[in-house]
């Protein structure tokens, strides 16, 4: 993981849905992608918007 991922992660954890998620709950795959790929303004990133278009597509 990248320095910028695990600080969006830790940045995630410590907000109010993060902790809500916390309560017991496993986070699958492309919810844990779609925290760590997100721009700091909450906008998704490039890599984001690729895999929302092929999610689109299954």
């Given at each position: 993981?990248?320095?910028?991922?695990?600080?969006?992660?830790?940045r995630?954890?410590?907000?109010k849905?993060?902790?809500?998620?916390?309560?017991?709950?496993?986070?699958?795959r492309?919810?844990?992608?779609?925290?760590?790929?997100?721009?700091?303004?909450?906008?998704?990133?490039?890599?984001?918007?690729?895999?929302?278009?092929?999610?689109?597509?299954?």
């Amino acid at each position: 993981m990248l320095r910028y991922q695990c600080e969006d992660v830790v940045r995630f954890w410590n907000s109010k849905k993060g902790e809500e998620l916390s309560s017991g709950q496993k986070v699958g795959r492309i919810q844990l992608f779609d925290i760590t790929h997100r721009n700091k303004d909450g906008s998704p990133t490039e890599a984001a918007k690729i895999m929302i278009y092929l999610l689109n597509k299954i």
